[in-house]
Nanobody, 118 residues
Framework: QVQLVESGGGLVQAGGSLRLSCAAS????????MGWFRQAPGKERERVAA???????YYADSVKGRFTISRDNAKNTVYLQMNSLQPEDTAVYYC????????????WGQGTQVTVSS
């Protein structure tokens, strides 16, 4: 059974930083596509960062230069370092995993709230 557990969300002032963690069990993160998504109230879910099928990294334009996705294979954990946070980054952030041969993500975490105050 695959489980993804996010942590690290919270309240931070604009310009601050947070690091989100996604601890995986039942699946080896280095063998799958891993992504971070977010959804703000009234908005569609968007992918903000990911390890792609080729193990390269993807970043949404809105977070390029501010967010960094990384992983610790020994801990089977994926991270999202978020710097220079802005109020528009406020959302629930989700970790997701999917097979490399597929474009879809088949397992999702429960989400962690990130709130950035101005």
């Amino acid at each position: 059974q695959v489980q993804l557990v996010e942590s690290g969300g919270g309240l931070v002032q604009a310009g601050g930083s947070l690091r989100l963690s996604c601890a995986a069990s039942g699946r080896t993160v280095s063998n799958y596509r891993m992504g971070w998504f977010r959804q703000a109230p009234g908005k569609e879910r968007e992918r903000v960062a990911a390890f792609t099928w080729s193990n390269s990294t993807y970043y949404a334009d809105s977070v390029k230069g501010r967010f960094t996705i990384s992983r610790d294979n020994a801990k089977n954990t994926v991270y999202l370092q978020m710097n220079s946070l802005q109020p528009e980054d406020t959302a629930v952030y989700y970790c997701a995993s999917g097979p490399r041969a597929s474009s879809r993500y088949d397992y999702w975490g429960q989400g962690t709230q990130v709130t950035v105050s101005s």
